[in-house]
C-alpha cells in the first residue's frame, strides 16, 4: 500500500493549498490513504466540525491531533466521537477519544490493514503518559494481533525524542513521522524497514513565523510582550507530504516526500535515504 501524511495543516491558507492540489496528487502519485495533522487547521489553533468536514472532503482520510486538539473543545469532543478524527493516545486515562485506529486499506491487491498511532512528547508539552512506554505497549500488542502495518505520528518539539522513538521501533513499525514544529527537517530515511522523517514540517504559509503572522513574534522577541498570533489572510503557501511505500510484511520499502509551492507549478520530490 502507499501512504501519504501531510504535515500540521496551518489555518484557512494551510486548507486551502490542500484543496487546490491533495486530489491531483492523489491520482498522480497513486496514492491509497491520506493522513493528516489538523490540530492548527482551523484559525491556527484547534479543529472546527465545519473545517473537519471540509478536509475530509479534499481527500484526507484521518486527522491526528497534538497539544492544539483541545483548542476548540466543544467541537473536538463531538469529531473524536462521530469523525475519523485521532488525539494523541498518551492523554491520561479517561479523556473522550483515542490515538489509534486500525484502518482497512483498498488497494489495487485487495483490503490491508494499517494500524495508526498518534502520540505526543513530553518536553514543553501538556500532561502525558511517558510517550514510549506507551508506544511500545501499543505496537506490542498490535503485533499480537497480526498487524504488520504501523504508522506512528509523534508530536513532539524535540529532535531527540522523536529520534529516539526510531530507535526503539526501528524494524517493528512500518513509518514514523514527527510533527509540531512546523520547520521540515533534511532527514527523510529509511532505516531497518522504517521509514522516517524527524518533522515533516507546516503545510500554510511560509513566508513569515511558523505559519502565523511576523508581528507578534518580532514583538515578543524584542519586548518581552507577547500577543494573540494570527495566521495571515493572504501569503505564500506550501504543502508538505511525506508518501511511503509498504509491503504485505509491514516493510517501508519506499519513501519521499512532495513539496508544493503555491507559486510553482512542478512538484519538488525529495527521496529517501536507506540505511
Not at 144 to 169: N, Q, Y
Not at 227 to 256: R, W, Y
Request: glycine content about 8%; hydrophobic content about 40%.
Amino acid at each position: 500500500m502507499r501512504i501519504a501524511f501531510i504535515g500540521d495543516i496551518v489555518g484557512r491558507p494551510g486548507r486551502k493549498i490542500i484543496k487546490e492540489n491533495l486530489l491531483k496528487i492523489r491520482e498522480e502519485h497513486n496514492i491509497d490513504f491520506v493522513i493528516a495533522n489538523g490540530e492548527n487547521a482551523s484559525h491556527g489553533f484547534g479543529l472546527t466540525t465545519k473545517n473537519c468536514d471540509e478536509l475530509l472532503k479534499m481527500g484526507i482520510d484521518l486527522i491526528t491531533g497534538g497539544n492544539h486538539s483541545f483548542d476548540k473543545k466543544r467541537d473536538m469532543m463531538v469529531l473524536l466521537e462521530t469523525k475519523p478524527v485521532l488525539r494523541p493516545d498518551n492523554y491520561p486515562p479517561g479523556l473522550i477519544g483515542s490515538g489509534l485506529k486500525v484502518c482497512d486499506i483498498q488497494t489495487a491487491d485487495g483490503i490491508e490493514k494499517l494500524a495508526v498511532i498518534n502520540l505526543m512528547g513530553q518536553y514543553t508539552m501538556p500532561t502525558v503518559e511517558n510517550p514510549f512506554n506507551w508506544a511500545r505497549k501499543l505496537v506490542n500488542q498490535l503485533l499480537e494481533d497480526g498487524i504488520k502495518s504501523i504508522f506512528i505520528d509523534f508530536h513532539a518539539e524535540v529532535t531527540s525524542e522523536k529520534r529516539i522513538m526510531l530507535m526503539m521501533l526501528q524494524n517493528e513499525v512500518s513509518m514514523i513521522c514527527g510533527t509540531h514544529t512546523h520547520v521540515g527537517t533534511d532527514d527523510l530515511q529509511i532505516f531497518n524497514n522504517t521509514a522516517y522523517l524527524t518533522d515533516i514540517g507546516l503545510t500554510g504559509c511560509r513566508d513569515n513565523v511558523i505559519g502565523m503572522d511576523k508581528k507578534v513574534p518580532i514583538q515578543k522577541v524584542t519586548t518581552g510582550l507577547g500577543g494573540h498570533f494570527e495566521v495571515p489572510s493572504s501569503c505564500k503557501t506550501i504543502l508538505q507530504i511525506m508518501v511511503t511505500d509498504i509491503n504485505k510484511e509491514g516493510k517501508a520499502t519506499n519513501s519521499f516526500k512532495i513539496k508544493k509551492l503555491c507559486n510553482n507549478p512542478e512538484h519538488i520530490i525529495t527521496k529517501a535515504m536507506i540505511d
